[in-house]
């Protein structure tokens, strides 16, 4: 009974109090209504689309993958050429925010790694399996670590790329914008005039150098053994007109000790026979002797097959440095290991049949100002050439320090400068980082540079490739790989050094191949 009182109470109650509630609710959505028309809806920006700049394009220089925005851009000398929508790494398998290049192509791409799905139209950036490629989009980051494109977008492109292109990938929007600073390169109109010829002239060089040396190699066994045959029958007639000497000698001093006419006419024929035999072994001396100096010995022969091989690799090394003089020169400039490192695409096949190998001769110290404070990453390329020589542009990715204040702070060496800034090309480039060379950075690679403040799931979620380590005198120094230089692989992570370089033993009977995951 006293509940079904509480009960009518408490009816009797809220019916008193909804009048109030209500007028309440009515006056919340007038003062919702005024703000909406105080303030216009803040809508979700416009998803990414394929476009085509409306002019004619020309050789892509560059693309810009923008994670924030999921989409990437082409640009030419003018600008902008492609854009389109990407689907970049998901959480936990993030695509690393960096700086890149194109190392290889591959029409029809099939992974290892993920059950063998297809990665049509492959554009690889690193050898550890992150690639530009043809695949679905949902309209957000779904991908392993790949940046994937509209399949038709990713096969038009594919046609439109070459090996080495620059590929940046920025957490945020990020674009190219002119710039002029007095540390940028300014080739010279004389060498690059006289640059072909030059490179003609050392090539044909090193080939008639190359052959003489081959020549000395090849003859150098047949000559030494002469040149052996012949010393030992100059000992061998020394030794006989030594001993035809003393019997010569022997004959005299019994001619002189006779004393019947019998002992004399003995001793006098003894004495002619042994002068004879004299005077043949002096003839027979000096004819060897004759012959012998018009002929080298084993030390000139050795010491002329060591000239002529010095001789290959010094016209071989010219000859790589005036090839080299007709590509695009890239610098990167790390302030995290106070080096400055040059780069420029051989196009000599990696002989374990993946890409194309990279020049590494230079690497230098580099004096940074205020290195202690943070200076950001910025790509820094030669677009087109100018009337003062090259047209530059700068790509921010992390703004530490701006671009131009970036410039400021590097001291660029004379040295490097006056071997590569004479004949820069457009899609030269310059990269000031505080990262240093990521791991990816090997022989067949561009300057890859990741973005230590950014995720890198992408990465993380890969075994690491085994890098194949050989000497073939094909290209340069003899150092096919390196090139002589001893610090290609100076990061963290790389295999322990030989000889001043950094190396993994091959076993035995292996066979290079190549070898990366995706």
Not at 48 to 69: D, L
Not at 325 to 339: D, F
Not at 347 to 367: M, N, Q
Request: glycine share 6%; charged share 25%; aromatic share 6%.
């Amino acid at each position: 009974m006293a509940n079904r009182s509480m009960t009518a109470r408490t009816t009797v109650a809220m019916r008193r109090r909804r009048p109030a509630a209500l007028a309440m609710l009515a006056a919340i959505a007038a003062l919702t209504a005024v703000s909406a028309g105080a303030a216009p809806k803040q809508g979700r920006p416009a998803a990414p689309t394929e476009a085509t700049a409306p002019r004619e394009t020309g050789e892509p220089i560059m693309a810009i993958v923008s994670i924030k925005t999921q989409q990437v851009t082409l640009y030419d000398a003018e600008g902008w050429i492609l854009r389109a929508p990407v689907s970049t790494g998901t959480t936990g398998r993030e695509t690393p925010a960096g700086v890149f290049a194109v190392v290889e192509k591959n029409r029809e791409h099939r992974s290892n790694m993920y059950d063998d799905a297809s990665m049509p139209h492959m554009q690889r950036i690193t050898w550890n399996g992150i690639a530009l490629h043809g695949g679905p989009l949902p309209g957000y980051a779904a991908s392993h670590g790949c940046v994937r494109m509209p399949f038709g977008f990713a096969e038009k492109l594919f046609d439109k790329t070459r090996i080495g292109m620059r590929v940046i990938i920025s957490p945020l929007d990020a674009g190219p914008v002119e710039i002029s600073h007095p540390a940028l390169l300014v080739p010279n109109a004389e060498a690059l005039a006289a640059a072909p010829g030059r490179a003609e002239t050392a090539t044909r060089e090193a080939a008639e150098a190359a052959r003489a040396a081959d020549e000395a190699k090849k003859g150098a066994p047949a000559a030494l053994r002469e040149a052996v045959a012949l010393a030992a029958s100059l000992r061998k007639l020394e030794g006989l007109k030594t001993r035809a000497e003393a019997e010569l000698a022997f004959a005299d001093k019994a001619l002189a000790a006779a004393r019947t006419d019998e002992a004399r006419t003995k001793a006098e024929e003894l004495k002619q026979k042994a002068a004879a035999k004299a005077a043949e072994a002096a003839t027979q001396l000096e004819a060897a002797r004759t012959e012998a100096n018009s002929k080298p010995d084993a030390a000139a022969i050795k010491a002329a097959t060591k000239a002529a091989e010095a001789k290959k690799l010094a016209a071989a090394k010219a000859a790589t440095e005036a090839k080299l003089a007709l590509e695009p020169v890239s610098i990167y400039v790390s302030r995290a290991t106070q080096k400055l490192y040059v780069r420029r695409n051989t196009h000599k096949p990696a002989p374990d049949g993946g890409g194309e190998v990279f020049d590494t001769t230079i690497e230098v110290p580099v004096r940074i100002r205020d290195a202690g404070r943070p200076i950001g990453t910025h790509v820094f390329t030669a677009m087109a050439k100018s009337d003062a020589g090259l047209r530059w542009s700068a790509v921010t990715v992390d703004n530490a320090d701006d671009a131009r204040n970036a410039l400021d702070r590097i001291a660029l060496p004379q040295e490097v400068l006056d071997r590569v800034a004479p004949t820069a090309l457009p899609r030269s480039s310059i990269v000031i980082s505080d990262e240093p060379l990521s791991k990816e950075t090997n022989y067949r690679t561009e300057f890859v540079a990741v973005l230590n403040n950014q995720p890198q799931g992408g990465f993380i979620t890969r075994p690491r490739s085994v890098d194949v380590y050989a000497e073939d005198p094909g290209w340069g120094d003899g150092n096919f790989f390196f090139f002589g230089n001893p610090n290609v692989y100076s990061q963290q992570g790389q295999p322990p050094r030989r000889n001043g370089q950094y190396y993994q033993q091959p076993q035995p009977g292996y066979q290079p191949r190549p070898r990366w995951s995706w």
